[in-house]
């Protein structure tokens, strides 16, 4: 994968990521939240995060000291 073709996908994932996190937000502050739901969404913007960490790892170059 190129530079651009990652930092694209960066970009797409780190937008997935806020909105996952608006959406928990708003299930966590309803009272009468879906906790199963919660619980997906919490899990899949981790995964979203992890995928984000991986992405940026390519990105950084490799330095011998």
Same mark, same amino acid.
């Given at each position: 994968m190129d530079e651009a073709a990652i930092?694209?996908?960066l970009l797409s994932?780190?937008?997935q990521h806020r909105a996952l996190?608006?959406?928990i937000t @708003?299930?966590?502050s309803s009272y009468h939240g879906d906790q199963l739901r /919660?619980?997906?969404l919490k899990r899949k913007?981790? @995964?979203v995060k992890e995928e984000v960490t991986r992405l940026e790892i390519m /990105?950084?170059?490799d330095i011998i000291a």
């Open positions: 930092m694209d996908m994932l780190r937008a996190d608006n959406e @708003e299930l966590s /919660l619980m997906r913007k981790l @995964e /990105l950084e170059p």
